[in-house]
């Protein structure tokens, strides 16, 4: 049998193309998977649930998968990680005032379907974080509660050394299996409780509501009183103390009058560490090393004037720009969400508003996360007013956005929390 010219090009482009994850034809084609988590709202009794969806490599549209959405697993998912290759999926549901918290694990089929696989209990109550070595051999999750023991004649101080406050919060460690996925309480080998007996987690700062893992070996938690608590990450799961464990942040803002702080979110870029005010719209730089931080001398830099509430920050795959996730403005008459741009110095680390003509860009109502698809070519937003997500396209050399080609918006079901990506299963 003889092709026509154009029906061998055809079924060359559909062979060399079918190789690929996901190809089906000619200019378009699976790069990865996304999993929104969603709870529960007033308005939409819907929830509790995980939205997935297929990236497409070269239009970064998003594609509902088949049996979406996935129940969560628990009660108001809150975060969730991908181990290394893709295989499970680890969601955190808080809870509420009647049902516990939880871990939940999942494995991810053809097409990023979700198997449920076993639920986990953190050691504290609350759990609202979750993070991954860089092996995806340990999985911290962060308690806003630490499992404290009630005070007795023989042990009236029942608060473990290392944690100075009552109200403390805690991170439990579990091991995670290669083969299987399935986590492993990791027990704390240094401190111990009133009895003499090792306690099952690693206390933290009062009231901890942001978690960041360092791939250079440190764990840093935001806690209540806007202080730091740093962790070096040991042999087998360990989290170690040092003479610098609780660090206290400070601003020294060239604006009058400013208010108490407010770190609203905690990302990293090599050996740096940047953190939102919300409460002035500042973001500050700081140095790290061994989980220590430095603060820029004249790096700190205000957002831009009409954002505000700044919630989540991230660097780009090429380090070179920082994009900061607005939850309103400062507009009462054009009251939007947004993402804003600023450039990194690649010597100093320092950061400058990225001069793109729609920066700062417009998002849905309310969102929560961010994330870069598995290409490092498109960025995402989970929205929780709205119940969707946002995309744009980024342009790698200049850092700014552009609109997706084939709309920006996507429906999920209930009410977003945050939005994890992944790419090849292996």
């Not at 101080?157 to 399935?182: E, L, Q």
């Not at 929780?384 to 996507?410: C, H, M, P, Q």
Request: proline letters at 6%; charged letters at 10%; one cysteine or more.
């Amino acid at each position: 049998m003889k092709l026509s010219l154009f029906g061998r090009i055809s079924l060359v482009c559909v062979v060399s193309l079918g190789v690929l994850l996901g190809m089906t034809a000619c200019g378009g084609g699976t790069v990865g998977f996304m999993w929104v988590l969603a709870g529960k709202s007033a308005s939409n009794a819907a929830g509790n649930s995980i939205t997935g969806f297929k990236v497409d490599n070269f239009t970064g549209n998003l594609a509902g998968m088949v049996k979406s959405p996935y129940p969560s697993g628990g009660v108001n998912p809150t975060m969730a990680v991908v181990r290394p290759g893709g295989r499970f999926v680890y969601v955190v549901n808080a809870g509420d005032s009647t049902t516990a918290g939880n871990i939940a694990q999942f494995s991810v089929g053809g097409d990023g379907i979700l198997t449920p696989q076993l639920t986990y209990t953190s050691q504290g109550s609350n759990p609202i974080w979750v993070q991954m070595d860089s092996t995806g051999n340990f999985l911290y999750v962060l308690d806003q509660q630490a499992p404290l023991p009630a005070a007795t004649a023989s042990n009236p101080n029942p608060v473990p050394a290392g944690c100075t406050v009552a109200n403390c919060g805690d991170i439990t460690v579990f091991s995670v299996a290669a083969d299987t996925g399935r986590l492993t309480l990791v027990t704390n080998s240094i401190i111990k409780d009133g009895n003499g007996a090792f306690i099952t987690y690693f206390p933290v700062g009062p009231t901890p509501t942001r978690m960041l893992y360092l791939t250079t070996g440190s764990l840093l938690t935001v806690d209540g009183d806007q202080t730091i608590f740093s962790y070096g990450v040991g042999a087998n799961g360990q989290l170690t103390l040092s003479s610098n464990s609780v660090q206290t942040v400070t601003t020294n803002y060239p604006i009058a009058n400013p208010q108490p702080l407010n770190i609203t979110s905690i990302t990293s870029h090599g050996s740096y560490v940047y953190l939102t005010d919300g409460a002035n719209n500042f973001i500050l730089p700081f140095t790290v090393s061994n989980g220590v931080l430095q603060s820029l001398t004249g790096g700190n830099v205000q957002n831009f004037a009409t954002n505000s509430v700044p919630v989540w920050t991230f660097t780009d795959s090429t380090n070179r720009t920082l994009y900061v996730l607005n939850q309103s403005s400062t507009s009462a008459s054009q009251a939007f969400s947004s993402i804003s741009a600023f450039a990194i110095d690649s010597g100093s680390g320092k950061l400058s508003q990225n001069p793109g003509q729609s920066n700062p860009y417009k998002v849905g109502s309310g969102p929560v996360c961010m994330v870069e698809d598995p290409s490092n070519k498109y960025i995402y937003t989970s929205n929780s007013i709205d119940s969707t997500v946002t995309g744009y396209e980024i342009n790698k050399t200049t850092g700014e956005l552009n609109d997706l080609r084939r709309g920006t918006t996507f429906n999920v079901t209930g009410k977003p929390s945050c939005l994890v990506v992944s790419g090849n299963i292996n």
